[in-house]
């Protein structure tokens, strides 16, 4: 008698978890933006970075899709600083832990510059270092704001 009502407890208990929603985690409502955003994460001691900000930063500045989108820089003092959580807003610690659990993540940690392209909310883009910043998000950036160079 004990063990069934055991049975139909668990059963009960089961049925009601199976009517629990799921809820995905979502960004904080201040990453939400109409907007597309650009972050931006590099640390001090990046080449790549430095290299970025003298040659690519300026022409990105100057084109007209610079005018639609919002920048966020996350900047560190070293690259095993720019993948702690005390580097980063904490409206943005959602993208460092997401990117840091995925396969990207695994294999390109400390590669800079690193962008990502947020879209109501979500990651749309993600690439790393000059090359993808002009052969991918470049292009991508060009094509969401629907602007020439």
């Known amino acids: 008698m004990a063990l069934s009502r055991f049975l139909m407890a668990a059963l009960a208990m089961a049925a009601a978890m ?3 929603p799921v809820v995905e985690a979502q960004p904080p409502a ?12 590099c640390h001090d001691q990046s080449e ?3 290299t970025w900000r003298s040659q690519w930063q300026p022409l990105f500045a100057a084109s ?3 005018k639609m989108i919002d920048i966020r820089t996350i900047n560190a003092p070293t690259a095993t600083a720019m993948m702690q959580p005390a580097a980063w807003p904490a409206d943005l610690r959602w993208l460092l832990d997401t990117f840091l659990t995925s396969r990207q ?6 590669e800079t510059p690193r962008f990502f392209l947020l879209q109501n909310g979500q990651v749309t883009a993600s690439t790393a270092g000059n090359n993808g910043w002009r052969h991918f998000m470049w292009p991508t950036i060009l094509d ?3 602007t020439k160079p």
């Open 18 to 20: 199976l009517c629990v």
């Open 144 to 146: 969401v704001t629907n």
């Open 105 to 110: 993540g695994a294999w390109e940690e400390y």
């Open 64 to 66: 007209p899709a610079y």
């Open 30 to 41: 201040a990453t939400q933006s109409a907007r597309p955003v650009l972050i931006l994460v």
């Open 48 to 50: 790549p970075c430095k």
